[in-house]
DNA sequence: ACATGCAACACTGCATGCAATGTTAGAAAC
DNA sequence: GTTTCTAACATTGCATGCAGTGTTGCATGT
């Protein structure tokens, strides 16, 4: 019989941290000493320090020198570097998405996406969950499992830097981005699909580099 | 002034672990256990942990509940999901090497690639040695942060996995690809760049699904 | 010879102690 | 009011203790 590990408390704690980033309850420059984390969670300096050490890893924070991590947000050169390796790591799950996708999950998508083309464009909330959603669903549909691990990791420091920064590009040009992503996926053409979430995100990665400033 | 943090332990002890697989020194199923190792490296526990841990998320390791860890070779469909993220990356780390490659940089490329296209046909050890320099150069070359890391990690598990299984594609194909990409370099063509690299790569995943045994 | 049971062993993950070191706030001096 | 010194404090990385649990190998019985 199969048996499955049991739960390390190291495990969960990164995960709840990781959580609290990502919804921006831990904003960029959130301090993440561990001594206080332990003592606030209830567990010991121990599994409290390994899930530091890997949000430092994982890009999500940064160490300060003996004044312990603290949650950080890339700097505008470092976000163009996370941007050219989203491009060419989303690029590709589209592409092995475009040949294996179900109706299922297109389904899904276009739920999604037509949620998304309805909403307030000033609600940027919803706008940062609706596309990560978006986004998370080819990547899992890729169904390729390094790729899945590195972009997950790409994927919550862009979480960061959109609650961080204008860098969505505008609703409007991220739903028809992704409109023909899904058209393209829903063909099943990898070559098409590709191209449009490369496009996609290489748009962004222009607003980017032109001092991410040109939403709306 | 500027201030170097001092060096941890847990650091050169992954850096020394790390050496000794991709080196082949510890070969794939090598046992990683904490204690033996502190006790051999004369250092605590606890740097060591830090180390096998941080083997065990870049891939090079794999848990064995309660009995430590093993290096790792990843199986073949791991491999084949591996190689299409190293196709994505390595094909937009060639593209931004095309724009800003130095003429030293090309020097150097084209003095491994030189080497690399004289030596015995057999000789796997330095054949592996000189693949990893040419794509490590591209690498550097393309001076984006975040690129650089996941390749590293790639590209370790890539010379884990050559040493342990046929997937070279041939000394020959390997220099003629590499010639091609260096073309592309030298020429500063990004595209050219990109497609010849991904097509290198691409070339060795369809080996790679055909049961990796084409080499020679 | 082979299966079974059991005791010794090994390793993990978490807790906690400790020395080294950076930070900080407040008192003292100017 | 501003600067300087200093003493208390906080945090880090490493060391080590410990309970829980899987493994191993040997003695024992059939």
């Keep these: 019989m199969d048996w499955e590990p049991p739960v390390r408390v190291g495990t969960s704690v990164h995960e709840h941290l990781r ?6 309850e831990l904003p960029p420059g959130a301090r993440l000493a561990v001594p206080a984390l332990a003592k606030q969670l209830g567990v010991s300096r121990s599994p409290v320090r390994d899930a ?14 003996n004044r312990g991590a603290v949650v950080y947000l890339p700097p505008q050169p470092a976000l163009v570097s996370l941007y050219h390796a989203r491009e060419a790591l989303e690029g590709m799950a589209a592409r092995l998405a475009a040949s294996s996708i ?27 969950d609706l596309d990560a959603r978006f986004h998370r669903q080819i990547r899992d549909a ?18 960061v830097a959109m609650r961080s920064t ?13 409109r023909a992503i899904l058209d393209a996926l829903t063909q099943h053409d ?16 222009g607003i980017l580099e032109q001092g991410g400033e040109a939403a709306q």
Tied chains: 1, 2.
Excluded at 166 to 178: E, P
């Design 102 to 128: 179900s109706d299922a999950t297109l389904a899904d998508l276009d739920a999604v996406l037509t949620e998304h083309e309805s909403i307030d464009p000033d609600d940027f909330h919803r706008h940062i």
């Design 190 to 205: 990898p070559d098409a699909a590709e191209a449009a979430a490369r496009n996609h995100i290489s748009r962004l990665t």
């Design 142 to 159: 890729a169904a390729s499992p390094v790729l899945i691990r590195m972009l997950e990791e790409i994927q919550g420091q862009v979480i």
């Design 19 to 24: 959580a609290k980033i990502l919804t921006g």
């Design 52 to 65: 530091v050490l890997q949000l430092v890893r994982e890009g999500l924070a940064i160490e300060e020198f």
């Design 166 to 178: 204008n860098l969505s590009g505008g609703v409007h040009r991220a739903t028809a981005d992704h």
